[in-house]
């Protein structure tokens, strides 16, 4: 894990845009909160995409 880490958080001063996915069914989780909070102090263009939208109910939850 610490390894993929590592390698992921190198690969941010590298790109030109990042799109975060996120698991629509479970939510914004802690580990994906610090990896927002590490893409914001970047300072590089993000993009959140929301994965296993199909498997949300009611859809109403997708805006909340």
Known sequence: NRAMVAAAAETLTSVDVILLVVDAETGIGRGDAEVARRIADGGI?????????????PKSRLID
Do not use: G, H, S
């Open 45 to 57: 263009p993000a993009m959140a995409v929301l994965n296993k939208i199909d498997r949300v109910q």
